[in-house]
């Protein structure tokens, strides 16, 4: 069992900058990879980048690439989403989750992923 909680939502401005965590607790040991994904209101969720617990190897979808970094903390089991260069249409409801079955190397389809935390809202004003 994996629990993820994430952190760190909140309102900013166009262009601004915000920095996600996703702490995970529990078998982390079983984690594969983390993946980072949204879901705006009345769109279907989306994956957007997701980091491979091996290698730290890192995938982001063309929505976010080049302004959103994933990384990670082994020490503190934590992920983090650094989005810089926000636009109003990254408004959404960002969630982490955790992949334990699926393996190398991470993709960003949902349904790859096995744990999810509660997710926390990021807003960005024009």
């Known amino acids: 069992q994996v629990q993820l909680v994430e952190s760190g939502g909140g309102l900013a401005q166009f262009g601004g900058s915000l920095r996600l965590s996703c702490a995970a607790s529990?078998?982390?040991?079983?984690?594969?990879?983390i993946g980072w994904f949204r879901q705006a209101p009345g769109k279907q969720r989306e994956g957007i980048s997701c980091?491979?617990?091996?290698?730290?190897?890192?995938y982001y979808a063309d929505s976010v690439r080049g302004r959103f970094m994933i990384s990670r903390d082994a020490a503190k089991n934590t992920v983090y989403l650094q989005m810089n260069s926000l636009k109003p249409e990254d408004t959404a409801i960002y969630y982490c989750a955790s992949d334990i079955v699926r393996g190398y190397p991470c993709a960003l389809g949902s349904s790859l992923y096995d744990y999810w935390g509660q997710g926390t809202q990021v807003t960005v004003s024009s």
């Open positions: 980091i491979d617990i091996s290698d730290d190897r890192t």
């Open positions: 529990g078998v982390t040991s079983n984690i594969n990879a």
